[in-house]
């Protein structure tokens, strides 16, 4: 196996368990279990950090030897992601040492998701380079694999500024409610189509590969945020439902290039943003309606009191912005 490629993929794996063990820790928070800095999230979370630096010290080395200057771009990404990540481990243990439990939003969480996400595309870039120089064995299935990571990082990065959980006996950090809510609004339905219209672009508008990612997505949300809640598991037939979208996204994607029929399945995609986020998207919405927190017995009741309230209202942008999302994706699939 070349070593750049090696490099690049365990860089996409690496991130892919920090960003499920920070999703799976941001759960344990919401049901009050024990917090320790060595629990099994964060051990599943730093786990992914050290396969994270392994990986881009590959391609650093094989960058230096193989001396491609095409290359350049995502060994820094990789490298300097992995050195924020080293560099905001500690950083989180001395901030739990010094203020216990966390918010969701600290300096140390935000060096954590901006180096995730860095590393997520310098591996993302890695491996496309590698298609390019035929070094790349599986190239549409390591190219799903690192397309998750990246979609979860730059979840992980909104939730950070939409999501209610950060203020604590020492800090207020929570977002204003409002412009939680407009940033949900116009950046989650943007991320869910700009992701799946790139990865369409990228198996040259094939189908099953976009239905692939968008499935791959929902799993791990099912294992890291529905599962671990045991009051909200009886939910996890209806969030399957997001299946059905994103497979008619991608037949359309798939069968078609007229513009506007792109340009629907971008609304499509965008429209499922409030079910495809769920359970977290119901904390930001309903810090509209009240200041009182959503207890997880209560979280899908709440849930679908805040759908029928606000999709009325939320729905013309959110088809915006996912037709945003399908023009934008030409030029990052490029």
Known sequence: MDRFFA???LVSVGILLTTSGGSWDI????????ETFFSIPHTVLYTGVVVTIIGSIIMLQAYRVQKD????????MAVIGSLVLVGAGPADFGWHQMFGLDGLLSPTHM???AGML???LGGLFGIRRSISDKTNPRPMITTILAMLPVWLAAGGMLDMLCLPFSNTAHFKFNPDPILAVILATIAFPFLSSVILRSMSSMSQR???????????????????TIIPDDKIRISIPFYLINLIPIVVADIILSTSQKKSLTYVAGAILGLGFFTLYFPLITHVYNEVLT????????????YFTDLAKFYP????????AGIIGIMASKRLAR
């Open 291 to 302: 200041t009182a927190p959503v207890w997880p017995s209560a979280i899908i009741d709440t």
């Open 7 to 9: 490099g690049s993929l």
């Open 206 to 224: 094939r189908f099953g590969y976009l239905s692939a990612l968008g499935t791959s997505f929902v799993v791990v949300v099912i294992l890291t």
């Open 111 to 113: 060096m954590l998701v």
């Open 118 to 120: 860095c590393s997520s």
């Open 69 to 76: 200057p095409l290359k350049s771009l995502s060994t820094k």
């Open 27 to 34: 759960t344990n928070h919401l049901i009050n279990r024990p």
């Open 313 to 320: 209202i939320v729905f013309l942008p959110a088809i915006a």
